[in-house]
């Protein structure tokens, strides 16, 4: 018998001589050794033949099945990587060595790298793989497929392994803010030489993170090295990096740079309280809840007015100050209040100014304007009124009183004395004479037994004079006050004494 050793692996087939005829047996040598000795089996004795009255014994010994003949299918050789580049790579390799194949047919070829397979027709030795992970690490195999309907079964063992990495583009440098306002940043940077000749910058990723980690990318093309970054707010930090881009994809990231927004308008900042006295203003208001720049830079502008006056008057308060005291105002008179907040520009020192906060209010009443002393016409009762002033608050009421008798001034205190009761009295005392709500008649007839109601619904009679008794006339102006509060009212100065002799009326100087 011939022995002849098949490829590699560890077996052999035995081959029978033309002579005779043998069923081929597969014998195992074990891989370390390098000889083998063949030892032939002892040839079988023959059986006698059984004698026909004699029983069959059977055969209780077990026969084991030939072994089936191993199968090798030869895997690809030589493999080597031609190129890589950002994300390709080409490999090629040698078609298997002729050997036992046990009759199929080579149909191709099955390339490995990392998660991915790929099939190739069995006339090609070369495979470029693309759309791979830019500077990462890849092992390629290649196994020959002997029946493709088989394929688990008619793999051969692995090619020898290749490894590489991708290349990787490097990073734009020089990041950088060339212009910002309150809501956008203009980014350069220097384009960097790609390492790969086969690759082109055909875009660029610039992303911006911003003070709650929060992370936005935008594209813009490969020849532009600038993006303007919008919809940002005033007054934040960013951090800013820029992926240069191939056909291929986008390398690693710049380093990142900080920059940030210019300076904003606050906030409207709002009006809480507003209160007056008689001649000034208490405006209380609240800090902007977005301030947009630094708090010590803030301040507010008031400007101030009455309702009928085109121009305003201003005064500025700085933080941390939220009050401000208006003063130098007229009573009984209706302003108008606008409240701004501001930053100053950190570059051209421009103010910025929010929207205002507006309030109007009017500052109280006080006592009315002094009238003048009712003048009285020659010898007669009549007499010439004083016209009232309401710059001070409306007026509410106009009094004509009459002293009875011949006092020194105006007495102080409500009176509310009336003709009769005065006249009942021999005591000097002071009585109304007429209550107008209005502006009174002119000329005032003293003694013409008109009766007037007051706004309190009490009647005073303008009774005649007596003889013999000196009189002299004032009046008394009232304002509208809050509910509640006392009467404001103010006195003219008293007329010169009238005299009523028993004929005619006297007036004496």
């Not at 009232?388 to 009875?404: C, E, F, H, R, T």
Request: with cysteine; proline share 9%.
């Amino acid at each position: 018998r011939t022995c002849r050793l098949v490829s590699s692996v560890s077996s052999i087939f035995v081959e029978p001589s033309s002579s005779e005829i043998v069923p081929r047996t597969t014998f195992s040598v074990p891989s370390s050794s390098s000889s083998f000795t063949l030892s032939p089996s002892p040839s079988p004795s023959p059986s006698p033949s059984p004698s026909p009255s004699s029983t069959p014994t059977p055969d209780t010994s077990t026969t084991p099945p030939s072994p089936s003949p191993v199968v090798v299918f030869s895997p690809p050789r030589d493999l080597r990587l031609i190129e890589k580049g950002l994300m390709t790579f080409s490999v090629n390799w040698t078609a298997p060595a002729e050997g036992y194949r046990g009759g199929y047919q080579l149909a191709g070829y099955l390339i490995e790298y990392n998660q991915d397979s790929v099939m190739q027709p069995n006339n090609s030795l070369e495979y470029e793989g693309d759309n791979l992970l830019s500077n990462t690490t890849y092992a390629v195999t290649v196994k020959a497929v002997y029946n493709k309907t088989r394929l688990n079964q008619t793999l051969s063992n692995a090619s020898n392994i290749v490894e590489f990495t991708t290349d990787s583009n490097d990073p734009p440098t020089n990041i950088r803010a060339s212009n910002r306002t309150q809501v956008s940043i203009t980014i350069d940077w220097t384009a960097p030489v790609l390492r790969s000749p086969h690759s082109n910058i055909t875009r660029f990723r610039v992303c911006h993170i911003d003070g709650n980690g929060s992370q936005t990318c935008d594209e813009t093309n490969g020849i532009q090295f600038q993006y303007t970054i919008i919809r940002l707010r005033p007054f934040s930090r960013y951090l800013v990096h820029v992926f240069t881009g191939t056909r291929y994809g986008f390398g690693p990231s710049s380093r990142r740079v900080e920059v940030s927004t210019k300076i904003g308008a606050p906030s409207v900042p709002l009006i809480v309280a507003i209160a007056s006295q008689l001649d000034s203003i208490h405006v209380n208001w609240t800090r902007p809840v977005v301030l947009n720049g630094p708090i010590a830079n803030l301040s507010y502008e008031i400007k101030y007015g009455k309702m009928s006056d085109d121009g305003l008057m201003t005064k500025e308060i700085r933080e941390p100050n939220q009050t401000a005291t208006l003063d130098s105002l007229s009573p009984n008179t209706e302003y108008r209040v606008e409240l701004r907040a501001f930053n100053i520009d950190d570059d051209d020192g421009k103010r910025l100014f929010s929207d205002p906060s507006n309030g109007t209010i009017r500052t109280k009443v006080t006592v009315p304007v002094q009238p003048n002393v009712p003048k009285v016409n020659g010898d007669s009762l009549s007499i010439t009124l004083p016209p009232s002033d309401d710059a001070n608050g409306p007026i509410s009421q106009y009094q004509v009183l009459v002293s009875k008798g011949d006092i020194g001034t105006a007495p102080s205190g409500l009176i509310t004395t009336t003709y009769a009761q005065a006249h009942n009295s021999d005591a000097d005392s002071v009585y109304v004479a007429a209550v107008y709500l209005t502006q009174p008649p002119n000329p005032f007839i003293l003694g013409d037994n008109v009766t007037t109601t007051s706004s309190d619904d009490k009647e005073y009679r303008n009774g005649p004079l007596i003889p013999g008794i000196v009189y002299r006339v004032f009046v008394r102006l009232f304002t509208v006050t809050a509910s509640g509060e006392p009467e404001l009212y103010t006195n003219s100065p008293l007329s010169r004494p009238i005299i009523l002799l028993q004929t005619t009326t006297r007036s004496e100087e």
